[in-house]
């Protein structure tokens, strides 16, 4: 389960219309990841007493409903894989009606990478933070993230990761092109 992660939208957060602008969104999942990761000693602290940097490798964002200025949100995150030298971290976005209710806004993965500090190269995770990123991955086993069905232990579901590693191109679906017909 995540350390609940909580804040309110300010008007820095939002474009000219007073929506949040999507961007802002991918800010507030990364501090609520690695809130979570703090709360279980396997932040950015963590990393850095071990030598060790960690860095942004893929962001998986599915924009579902917007925010506005004031509005209260909160977030749920959970590890959700652990590989030899990088991790996935699953985030929610949700904001808290005035009855309680809880609105999703967005779900999405942010992929890290443990890199040297020096020479910005992969390396392994340190082993007792592997350890305890794979120990907290149990923790969430309910799936709340707003995932569907996986289909399986490692199937596909939008925005996870799967085996690939952070940064692996994906084959693209055939896109419409001006001038390139229908």
Do not use: C, K
Not at 26 to 55: I, K, P, R, W
Not at 60 to 85: E, K, P, Q
Not at 130 to 151: E, F, K, Y
């Amino acid at each position: 389960m995540s350390a609940e992660f909580r804040t309110r939208i300010e008007h820095v957060d939002t474009d000219a219309t007073g929506i949040v602008h999507f961007s802002r969104y991918t800010s507030l999942m990364e501090t609520a990841g690695t809130e979570h990761l703090e709360a279980h000693h396997a932040g950015l602290t963590a990393f850095n007493a071990a030598g060790v940097d960690l860095v942004a490798a893929d962001l998986r964002v599915t924009y579902l409903n917007s925010a506005v200025y004031r509005d209260v949100i909160v977030a749920d995150a959970r590890v959700d894989h652990v590989g030899a030298a990088w991790f996935t971290l699953a985030v929610r976005l949700l904001r808290e009606e005035e009855d309680g209710v809880r609105t999703p806004l967005v779900t999405g993965e942010l992929a890290f990478a443990a890199v040297d500090p020096d020479t910005r190269r992969a390396v392994p995770l340190p082993a007792p933070l592997r350890q305890t990123l794979r120990g907290i991955v149990p923790d969430a086993a309910h799936r709340p993230i707003g995932t569907p069905s996986r289909g399986g232990p490692r199937g596909s579901a939008a925005g996870y990761l799967g085996d690939r590693r952070p940064g692996a191109r994906t084959p693209s679906a055939t896109v419409h092109r001006p001038g390139s017909g229908p």
